[in-house]
């Protein structure tokens, strides 16, 4: 008997402990969820808005994600005065502990507020990319639009979500589009929207004439275009070609080229030697690859897996152990690259 009463009493505590655990964790806001979600439901410009929200905390499900469908000829007006009435309904802490996000949409475009769960500091910012969603779109009607504003929080912390998730936007056009819809679409971006050339940006023409421009924190230069017209107006070997700006583990500027139809090194080396004298025009160091791959056989730590892989004024990490190039490449090695050892 006594041996039941300590059982029960250390049931009892228990279960006191866990009502405890409760009592002190983030409060169920699902309700006010739905009224931030009926507020802005009664907007100008807005055809729907809802809330779907998770108050699990055992499962470590605890968000607050905002759904607002627009109209086709929303203003960016109106988008800011959302955008607006979201940031006010979360800045008042009433959602602490939540991840937090806020999606704005019309068909397949989208702006997005992803803060996670600390506070936003940037909200002017955040509302002025909101207006440029709306211009964006209009600059850009044949693309598809996706703008994830940029954040910033009171400690200037950057959460491993964020990653992907904010500060990028952006631009797929439709299959009529080649690479100069690109390289123009660049041209505008850095003539009328300036102010949006530190986003991590990817421009892609489509399906049927394949080329595509991804940078971060800039955007390509004048003489950077050029070289990506010229690489891609010849096509003697059928190819798409890739300008990457300050990727995250290779030189700050990288020119990947894929061979159309083949997979033959040899291919890959004839497209390389006819190439590599036009990236050489520019600024050291420049990555060039050549390959049956947009990834040029690049492994995640930036050494090269595979041919064809050059750096003009610089050099090309390479793992002997994975690859050692071969001979062919080894010339195009001496002639453009600078290796200390």
Known sequence: ???????????????????????????????????????????????????????????????????????????????????????????????????????????????????GRLPIINGGQVVAQARDWVMLRSEFASATVTLRATIEHPAGQTTEREAGHSNLATLVFDDRADYRTVSAAVGTLSQRFPRLGGLDWTIDAGRDKPAEIKTSRRLPTAAELTVFDRLNADQSIPHIVRLRINGPVTPPVWFSEKTIGSRDVEVALQLARAHLPLVATLPAPVLYTASDHLSGHIGGSGFARGPVAITVGGCTKHDPLVYVPIAAEQQLIKQYEKCSS
């Open 1 to 115: 008997m006594h041996i039941r009463r300590r059982l029960l009493a250390l049931s009892m505590a228990i279960m006191l402990l866990a009502v405890v655990g409760c009592s002190t964790g983030v409060p169920d806001r699902r309700a006010d969820a739905e009224a931030l979600a009926g507020r802005i439901r009664a907007l100008p410009g807005v055809v729907a808005a809802t809330s779907n929200s998770a108050h699990s905390q055992a499962q470590g499900l605890i968000y607050v994600r905002i759904g607002v469908e627009v109209t086709d000829d929303i203003t960016a007006d109106q988008v800011a005065d959302i955008t607006t009435h979201y940031l006010h309904g979360i800045a008042t802490g009433t959602f602490t502990g939540y991840q937090l996000e806020l999606d704005v949409r019309r068909g397949w475009n989208v702006f997005a507020v992803d803060s």
